[in-house]
């Protein structure tokens, strides 16, 4: 298993992003991180400056994902790789990397239109990082912030992107019918021992987002049902209640951001070890749970 990038960071063009307060910081329990150079408005939920970069557009999608290199030989290799893929970074600024609050950057546009960037030396606070929402804190070390979900219809060259570019590993893969006749095939992928970092649903025409969800995961199962409460407490649309999943057995929930994407709260999943030997099929996204919650 390759172990030299983890997901350090997401960017997010949405309508207005002084409007995401309740979302990130009342229910998901994330601080605010530090101050961008742009006047993007920015959320972390560890010592790292930030994890989520709201950035004011019309598109209400993932602008770009950045995948933190562990030192100068990690960020080497996976430049060489993505080359000999047909993925060649090209360097960014010294305004770009100013921007991320990092040492290095290159950046690359991935195969379904999102910019991948691969940077060294994410800047973080110091001290120990105390959320007052989520009193167990969350699952970052070593594993990045959580996860990313896109949906593609050029499914193919992204496999072959993370795979042979990235370097990931696929972890095993989901296909199942959504409506009559409309079949989904998600596939999982790792870079470290998180079950995946990123996923991609492949999809048989465009979606009006590419970005599905994202994923933050607690150190304690309580805290996902604190979020839980505090999300039924809120205006924000539940797209899935409480429930697990079957291939990576997170306990987790789903609310709806004001820009349409989801995000995920969880606990517990399943972690990737040397001898992975359960990349294989599953049928069905959850064993239990993640019904939709229809308020009164």
Known sequence: MNSDI?????????????????????????????????????????????????????????AFVGFVATDDDAFNAVSAR???????????????????????????????????????????????????????????????????????????DAHRFLVDGLGMGQSDWIEFEIAEGIEIEVRFYHCNPRHHT?????????????????????????????????????DLPIANGLGRHDNDGMFSFYVTSPGGFHVEVGYGARTITDDWSENRRYDSMSSWGHQPVLRP
Do not use: C, K
């Open 198 to 234: 990123v996923a991609l649903a492949r999809t048989p025409f465009e979606f009006p987002q590419l970005l599905h969800h994202i994923m933050f995961e607690t150190n304690e199962r309580d805290d996902v049902g604190h979020a839980f409460d505090r999300a039924m407490d809120s």
């Open 82 to 156: 993505l080359a000999a893929a047909g993925f060649g970074l090209t360097p960014g600024t010294e305004a770009e990397r100013a921007a991320r609050r990092v040492e290095r950057l290159g950046h690359v546009a991935s195969p379904w239109g999102t910019t991948i960037e691969v940077v060294t030396g994410l800047e973080r606070t110091a001290g120990r990082f105390e959320a007052p929402l989520v009193a167990g804190g969350f699952h970052t070390d070593g594993v990045g912030f959580g996860h990313v979900v896109f949906a593609t219809t050029a499914f193919d």
């Open 6 to 62: 983890e997901v350090g960071y997401i960017g997010i063009e949405v309508d207005d992003p002084t409007a995401y307060t309740e979302l990130f910081g009342r229910v998901i329990g994330l601080l605010p991180g530090r101050p961008a150079p742009d006047g993007a408005v920015t959320w972390t939920n560890d010592t790292a400056a930030h994890r989520v970069i709201l950035e004011p557009g019309p598109a209400n999608d993932a």
